[in-house]
């Protein structure tokens, strides 16, 4: 089915430490995002990597894809206490209509 | 360049009333994005719009919800005979459409509360 699993659904770490996060899917890509929301508010784009890459970084972010593996992951490195938030994968398939489908989400926590 | 506008921030309902979200994409994005999301947890997808068209429905329920993005003005998400259940956040997000469909990044908006009694 086309839908993103991310794991793990919660972590927390202390401030300095790297937190990774993963997504995982079932069915090709067209690329994937990673979105962050922060409590209450609207999702904010952090980054996209299309099914043709396979690395990517944008500043404290680094987004790996393994389309043999179908999976991504999200590595924030030198965490700090602002980037507590949710962090969402988000999916477009080859097939059907180009449908934005958000994964189930980890809840970061970092602790000062 | 103001950003995705969504209104009411928050809709209190009684049970059986009409709901009416609205969104007002970016300047010059075509495709809008609904999704509801319940607390603690991912977004639903419910239905992806161009202007006068619906491209896909999929995720939204056939009954009592229906959503439109006239040439005119801004999309809405209305749903009737609301039931406790529809209590949820509802989110909005556009893109321009430009770029090769499904390859832009989504613009969000702050979001709708609905609270149904």
């Known amino acids: 089915s086309q839908q993103g699993e991310e794991d793990p659904q919660a972590l927390s770490i202390q401030e300095g430490e790297n937190a990774t996060m993963n997504c995982s899917y079932k069915?090709?890509?067209?690329?994937l995002q990673w979105y962050r929301q922060n409590s209450g508010r609207g999702l904010v784009h952090l980054i996209l990597i299309r099914s043709n890459e396979r690395e990517k970084h944008s500043g404290r972010l680094r987004v790996t894809l393994d389309t043999s593996k179908k999976s991504s992951s999200l590595l924030i490195t030198a965490s700090r206490a602002a980037d507590t938030a949710s962090y969402f994968c988000a999916l477009t398939f080859t097939s059907g209509t180009y449908k934005y489908i958000f994964g189930t989400g980890t809840r970061l926590k970092v602790l000062a | 360049n103001a950003g995705v506008m969504q209104n009411p921030r928050h809709l209190v309902r009684r049970r059986g009333q009409e709901a009416r979200l609205r969104c007002s994409p970016m300047?010059?994005?075509?495709?809008v994005y609904w999704y509801r999301q319940l607390p603690e947890e991912g977004l639903k997808f419910m239905v992806y719009?161009?202007?006068?068209?619906?491209?896909?429905e999929s995720g939204m329920p056939k009954e009592r919800f229906s959503a439109e993005f006239p040439k005119e003005g801004p999309s809405i998400l209305r749903i009737q005979q609301v039931v406790r259940g529809d209590s949820a956040a509802y989110f909005c997000?556009?893109?321009?459409?430009?770029?090769?469909?499904?390859?832009?990044?989504?613009?969000f908006g702050e979001g709708s509360r609905l609270t149904v009694l």
């Open positions: 719009l161009q202007k006068e068209n619906i491209i896909d």
């Open positions: 300047k010059g994005h075509s495709h």
């Open positions: 069915t090709s890509i067209n690329n």
């Open positions: 997000a556009s893109s321009p459409g430009t770029s090769g469909q499904g390859t832009g990044e989504l613009f």
